[in-house]
């Protein structure tokens, strides 16, 4: 069945905003109607282009409440969800795994009954629920394990990952007892345009451009593997368009990096974007290169991560064999891609790195 009326929740996210400028560029006669409680994560900014677009809709609202969920899947005759909303970072669950509990188990059962009231008691119309999850359901990897498949036991660490494997067991439960159709997507670190600096790649390259320390978390050498954001919205699509009714599947970039090779591999990067354009020194006369330092002198060790996972690294055969999905972007373009967007984008990560950013920043790391 493929989608023709979507509504995409948490789609003012990182991944939300790239899968929303992706499908309506490639679906332009879908309609798309987005539901983002706009937490500090969210960013009505992140979808400043699609505004115009005929076929979007945006709603300020939360998935925890039932009667606007079902409220819109009726109003709007939406046959397809892709639920991205959630509480996705790691050092916050570990802070407050309250929240992570409300939107990501409870948030992600309010969807379900939704779906199950409207779809299969009412309309009985042909639908699909696709949940989007992460490879930390499956825990961490010893350096000569293999890669996780879609048959390795659960093992989550963190409050964040324990919170999305209970919501994964809650879709495969809502399909397994009461036929609702869905699919589940488990994947691997992304990055990308609109990513929320305080993640790794983000948040290092924000540091470097205002000369401030580079926190590295214990020795450096914990291991993520990387994709490019618009592979995984290409990874949803083809779940949506080819996926099995209740299969499961795995979403990586085979791309396996220690997290100080990649903030070495940023720091050189823009020091060599410094040293070919003198008008970086200008915008940013903090960074190392306006001062003839190397931006990897910021690199700073800090306490580590509690729980923290030393390896994932995710085996996307199945995704291959039977959707045919394969990353289309090397790490080294991607990476380019995302400097460059960036340095384009000063005003969109200023304006997310407000007063709520500022206190968490200063919190983790005194700064
Ligand atoms: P994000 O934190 O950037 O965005 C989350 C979005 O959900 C925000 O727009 C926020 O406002 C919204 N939201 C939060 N609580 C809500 C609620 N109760 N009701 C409605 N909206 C709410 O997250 P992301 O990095 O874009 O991740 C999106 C999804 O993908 C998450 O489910 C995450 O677990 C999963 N995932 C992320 C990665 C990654 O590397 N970022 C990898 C694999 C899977
Ligand atoms: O694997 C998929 C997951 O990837 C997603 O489900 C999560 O939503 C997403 O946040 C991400 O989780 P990680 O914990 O892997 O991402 P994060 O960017 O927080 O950290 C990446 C690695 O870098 C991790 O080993 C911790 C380390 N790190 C992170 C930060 C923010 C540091 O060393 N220093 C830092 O300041």
Redesign the pocket.
Known sequence: MPPSRLLVTGGAGFIGANFVHYWLAKHPGDRLVVLDALTYAGNRASLATAAGHPSYRFVHGNILDLNLVTGLLREEEIDTVVHFA?E????RSILGPDAFIETNVVGTHTLLKAARAVWLAGSGRPHRFHHVS???VYGSLAPADPPFSERTAYAPNSP??AS?ASSDHLVRAYHHTYGLCTTTSN????YGPYQFP????P??MVNILHGKPL????D?Q?I??WLYVEDHCRGIELVLERGGVGEVYNLGGHNEWA?IDIVRLLCRLLDEAFAQDPELIRRFPDAPASQGRLAASLITW?KD?PG??RR?AIDAEKSRRELGYLPKESFASGIEKTIAWMLANEPWWRQVMDGSYRDWIGR?YGA
Do not use: W
Request: hydrophobic share 20%; aromatic share 8%; glycine share 6%.
């Open positions: 959630a996705s970072h790691v050092d992460t490879d930390e964040y990952s999305k994947c691997s670190n992304n305080e993640k790794l790649i948040l290092m926190p590295l978390y214990g450096g914990n993520r593997d997290n800090v991560r923290h996972d994932y983790q």
